[in-house]
């Protein structure tokens, strides 16, 4: 069965900081796919970023960036130059061969200004 | 920008009574989707659903629990008899497509609370 961790329950970072968020997985399948989802308080989860397992390269947007060891079983959210409206709940989200999504715990973060 | 709505935002009820947590996917969608989060814990999925009938459900997912799309644009989870345990923000999500690449669209939640 899959399975998705986050180690990491609550994290804060300085305002325009960089931070980076950790999580692991595992699974027996080749392709599949990881998703970052955050949730601001009182809000619905929101996709922040996607990794297809089959590409290498990692994807990117904008202030938003993974870094994919497939090997590892790791795929890291870091977030450059936090911004106050970064502060929220992460998600890191796994879907391989069937519909739905194995969540992690979460990861808090609170950007202090 | 089209979204999921869920209604109510909290429900409050005795534990044995029967609840319907309301769902509108965002409306060009084919696949729904209810997952719960316990205080504290990960969010786990309950069922998927597609075409009027569902898709894939998890252990948690019961005879207490079912699924309908009554009408075209609500999607409901109804849950016969409330437990304690049932207590729970329960979300629902849809989808365009289960292509690998289509991302699944959730609403707020609906905290429920069984007592």
């Known amino acids: 069965a899959q399975t998705v961790t986050q180690s990491q329950p609550e994290m804060s970072v300085q305002e325009a900081e960089t931070v980076t968020l950790s999580c692991t997985y595992d699974t027996s399948e080749n392709n599949y796919y990881l998703f970052w989802y955050k949730q601001p308080p009182s809000r619905q989860m929101i996709l922040v970023i996607r990794?297809?397992?089959?590409?290498?390269q990692n994807a990117t947007e904008n202030r938003f960036s993974v870094n994919f060891q497939k090997a590892a079983k790791s795929f890291s959210l870091k977030i450059s130059d936090s911004q106050l409206g970064d502060t929220a709940m992460y998600f890191c989200a796994f879907r391989g061969g069937t519909y739905k999504y194995i969540f992690g715990t979460g990861t808090r973060l609170k950007v202090l200004a | 920008e089209p979204e999921v709505t869920q209604t109510p935002s909290h429900q409050v009820t005795q534990m044995g009574q029967e609840v319907i947590l309301r769902c509108v996917p965002i409306s060009n969608h084919l696949y729904f989707y209810w997952y719960r989060q316990i205080l504290g814990q990960k969010v786990e999925f309950l069922v998927s659903f597609y075409n009027n009938e569902i898709s894939e459900k998890s252990e948690i997912f019961d005879d207490q629990f079912s699924v309908e799309r009554p009408d075209g644009s609500n999607f409901t989870l109804k849950i016969r008899s409330t437990k304690l345990e049932d207590s729970a923000m329960y979300f629902c999500a849809s989808s365009p497509g289960t292509s690998f690449n289509n991302e699944q669209f959730f609403g707020p939640g609906t905290r429920l609370t069984v007592l």
């Open positions: 990794q297809e397992a089959y590409k290498q």
